[in-house]
């Protein structure tokens, strides 16, 4: 009587079918299986601060991309549209990977940032950036960032201003339009508005 078959176990699923119909690999993510359409989707729906922000509506980290690409705008206001759609971009991967808060990237260590590097890559060969952008264009974008953190954090996430101050710097004063990035969205709206920054910036 022959033995009975054993089954192969299947290996760990490492990809993420995307409404679009892509199927992402996280491990080793080709720039064809990326789109811009997903991206504004998933970053719509990821929450800054693990969703601890006033409000009817969630701080979407595609708002935050808005903000984080006028505030560095504002800083080199001769930034042409290629720097300033890297800028735009610098949080992608968290549409697939989610918005890691600082205390809890601290607590596991560099482990993600592979991952992280890799999508970040994979999203920028996918529209024509250079996979790794140049040191000065993201010193500006980390400027940029602690910036919009600032704003957020005294504005929507409940910290006092010197305790802001003490994490994220002290931080030039915003302009009137791009203060009103600062007002959550509804989803909808947020990702549209993400897909038209794009847009715009990608045609030039």
């Known amino acids: 009587m022959p033995a009975p078959r054993r089954s192969t176990p299947l290996a760990p699923r490492a ?4 409404l679009s119909g892509r199927r992402l690999d996280l491990l080793d993510p080709s720039p064809l299986d990326v789109e811009i359409e997903d991206i ?3 970053l719509a729906r990821v ?5 601890q922000t006033r409000g009817p509506h969630i701080y979407s980290v595609a708002q935050h991309s808005l903000l ?8 080199e206001p001769l930034l042409d549209h290629r720097a300033r759609l890297v800028i735009l971009l610098h949080d992608a991967p968290e549409y697939v990977i989610g918005d890691i808060i600082s205390p ?18 994979a ?4 529209f024509g950036l250079p996979a790794e952008p140049p040191s000065p264009l993201l010193k500006l974008c980390k400027q940029a960032d602690r910036m919009a953190a600032f704003h957020e954090a005294t504005r929507l996430a409940g910290f006092e201003r010197e305790e802001a101050v003490r994490f994220f710097g002290r931080p030039a004063p915003l302009t009137r339009a791009v203060e009103e990035l600062l007002a959550p969205r509804p ?18």
């Open 123 to 126: 999203i920028h060969v996918r």
């Open 47 to 51: 929450a800054r601060w693990n969703g």
């Open 104 to 121: 809890f990237k601290a607590a596991v260590g560099d482990a993600y940032k592979a991952v992280e590097a890799r999508l970040s890559a």
């Open 187 to 204: 989803i909808a709206e947020a990702q549209e508005g993400f897909l038209a920054r794009f847009r715009t910036l990608q045609t030039g």
């Open 15 to 18: 990809w993420q079918r995307m």
């Open 40 to 42: 504004a989707h998933g």
């Open 68 to 75: 984080v690409e006028a505030i560095a705008a504002g800083i």
